[in-house]
């Protein structure tokens, strides 16, 4: 498949590079930023995905997060797509923020007119791991994914339902219990209808302790808590006094998440 480069900037030794494409699932051009370690030009590296939250683009976690420096010093090609379908220019696409465009919660949608293009899962988890396997020198047997808010929600759900596909998962401030959530019950039934039945689907979570989203139980991390404990599931949850759901957040923790997962990647 072929990709138009739209930039290119040098950044720690690497290139921060972002890509369009025509995406077969989801019937639209896509865009996504990929970074290449130094270690890139002349070995395979493994593979680090991340999916961004609600109204976000290819464009915020790059330019935003400070991540650069840490993937550079571990060796991590990292991978941040856009967040949903672009331009299809259905009924209701626009008119809301946490609804259509930016706000594709990393599903396959069941309901018209959403299910011929908002496939957010399968683009995620087949399309553009394939692009990139094809395109860019990363290790197939090294691969892990993180994200931030309903980014985090695709992030468990991806990991979760595929064991042994990453090596490792962790999350900033995730919408951990949809089915609950006001967002959640918003786009999932637009999504993926009202039968609620069709929605179930070492971790790390950072979350703010003043994040206004928390605070108005759209995140309900307490529920994924123990879900994990139930289950047995290793997660470290780190509560972080004074800090809100912005990307000044993401930034401040960044390097410890980047650390996680070049433990496992790199081992």
């Known amino acids: 498949m072929a990709l138009t480069q739209i930039s290119t900037n ?10 369009e494409h025509d995406s077969v699932e989801l019937n639209c051009k896509m865009k996504f930023a990929v970074y290449l370690p130094p270690k890139a030009e002349s070995e395979k590296c493994p593979a680090l995905y991340w999916l961004s939250g609600l109204t976000c683009t290819e464009q915020n976690f790059m330019s935003k997060s400070g991540y650069h420096q840490a993937a550079s010093e571990h060796g991590l090609v990292v991978i941040a797509p856009d967040t949903s379908p672009c331009g299809y220019n259905s009924k209701g696409e626009d008119e809301s923020w946490d609804f259509g465009t930016g706000a594709g919660f990393y599903v396959d949608t069941t309901e018209d007119p959403w299910k011929t293009n908002y496939k957010m899962y399968s683009y995620v988890m ?3 791991p394939q692009l990139i396997n094809a395109n860019f020198p990363v290790d197939l047997q090294r691969m892990s994914i993180f994200g931030h808010s309903m980014g985090d929600h695709g992030a468990l759900i991806c990991a979760l339902k595929n064991p042994g596909k990453y090596k490792s998962v962790s999350a900033f401030a995730p919408i951990c219990n949809p089915v609950l959530s006001p967002w959640g019950k918003k786009d999932f039934s637009g999504y993926l209808g009202t039968d609620q039945s069709k929605w179930k689907l070492d971790i790390l979570i ?4 003043d994040d206004q989203f ?3 139980g759209q995140l309900l991390p307490d529920n994924f808590i123990a879900a994990c404990t139930e289950k047995k599931i290793p997660i470290v949850f780190r509560l972080q006094e004074g800090y809100d759901h912005s990307y000044y957040f993401i930034a401040t923790f960044i390097t ?9 990647l790199n081992a």
């Open 10 to 19: 040098k950044c720690f030794g690497g290139l921060q590079k972002v890509f």
């Open 126 to 128: 087949e399309e553009l």
């Open 206 to 209: 950072d979350q703010g302790k």
């Open 214 to 216: 928390l605070l108005d």
């Open 256 to 264: 410890d998440h980047i650390r996680h997962h070049a433990k496992y």
